[in-house]
């Protein structure tokens, strides 16, 4: 059976975040990690292919070939209609790499006009006259500020879509989203005749993402976040059939995290604080030959068996840009990945069957080094954050990534606790 929709993410955790919303709107959802090749197939019967990518942060050439070979291939699994997703805080500078992207897929299938969208009304992003809010903070004034690669210090979307895009931007506002689906799709094709191409929408509410969902079923390409994601598979005629995908609820388990966003800081706290093991990584240390791994690998062997453990190289933004100071930014990256990605393995190696990565580029890595190209997504511990059944070489694994930002402070002890 033919996907219904095509979704390329722009990273890893959000490529786990759109997946978890399509799931939501009744759509049996796959996820395929890193750009696929003619082998790769998808599980049976699915409704909809996300497509994660690294694009986010690499060069824009680079990011727009990769999701362009990921459309191709999404088309020739017969998906009709593309969605690119990337952040609910819009992580992309004035040289990031949402325009050109969008701009490429737009004119692979012959678009004139998309929607952009970011809100996440469920996790505290909202857009309003083009403004881009967390909670009740624009989004310069809160902690996302701090993001070690792609700090945003502009709310504007407007602003932010033109200086990537030489094509015209325009705005849906919030009075006209109220009016309906019909006043949206009206509005769409009084900007498509203006020779608008990017097309802004206010968005407070999940209802409001219905509407915008409803309103853009017809166009060949849409970009958001997950919750316009949601509200477009919710506009599709519902299909019989289950979205239940079985995980593994047994077995040891560890949680890798890489994440500096406030929020994991409060997660790894909530857990030191429980009284489980955790393990911080020296990340200076690795750069200076000293082998890290093993000496976490030793911690983890000697701890109680049966006890979750959390190994972390997070930082606050102090220590993070002390480290970004004597290694630079991109060298300190590669090196987290490194070792979290050869952590990854040897934990499975030694029979961890459930498994938390926190971090966009964490998971990247874990899931590279892992060798997994595609899982099923199951279901959710926070919004936007779900379990997927994903295989190894040492077995079944029920797999979470979490977006930095994302999950509630008592994520990493309840999720586990309730696969137990």
Known sequence: MPLRLGCIAD??????????????????????????????????????????????????DEAVADSLAAQKWLWSKGAAQ????????????????????????????????????????????????????????????????????????????????????????????????????????????????????HVIADALTDDDLAVLGAASLELPVVTGAAGLAEGLGRAYPTRTGTTHVPVPRTGPAAVLAGSCSARTLEQIARFYAAGLPTHHLDVLAAAAGRDIAAEALAWYDAREPGTPALIYASASPEELAAVQHQLGATAAADQVEQLLGTLAVRLVERGVRRLIVAGGETSGAVTTALGIRTVLVADEADPGVPWTHAVTASGDLALMLKSGNFGAPDLFTRALQETE
């Open 11 to 60: 990273d890893f955790t959000g490529g786990t975040d759109v997946a978890a919303a399509l799931r939501r709107a009744g759509l049996r959802t796959a996820l395929v990690f890193g750009v696929p090749d003619a082998a790769t197939e998808l599980p049976g019967d699915c409704d909809a292919a996300v497509v994660a990518l690294k694009s986010r942060s690499t060069p824009a």
């Open 82 to 197: 593309i969605y690119f997703k990337y952040c609910s805080t819009f992580d992309s500078t004035a040289r990031g790499n949402i325009g050109p992207v969008a701009d490429a897929l737009l004119d692979a299938a012959g678009a004139r006009t998309t929607l952009l969208c970011p809100a996440s009304p469920p996790n505290g992003r909202t857009v309003y006259q083009g403004h881009l809010f967390v909670h009740d903070q624009l989004l310069p004034d809160s902690p996302l500020r701090h993001h070690p690669l792609n700090p945003m210090t502009d709310a504007s979307l407007p602003r932010l879509t033109a200086a990537q895009t030489p094509h015209k931007v325009g705005l849906i506002d919030h009075a006209t989203v109220t009016r309906g689906t019909g006043a949206v799709r009206d509005a769409l094709l009084a900007h498509e005749h203006d020779g608008v191409r």
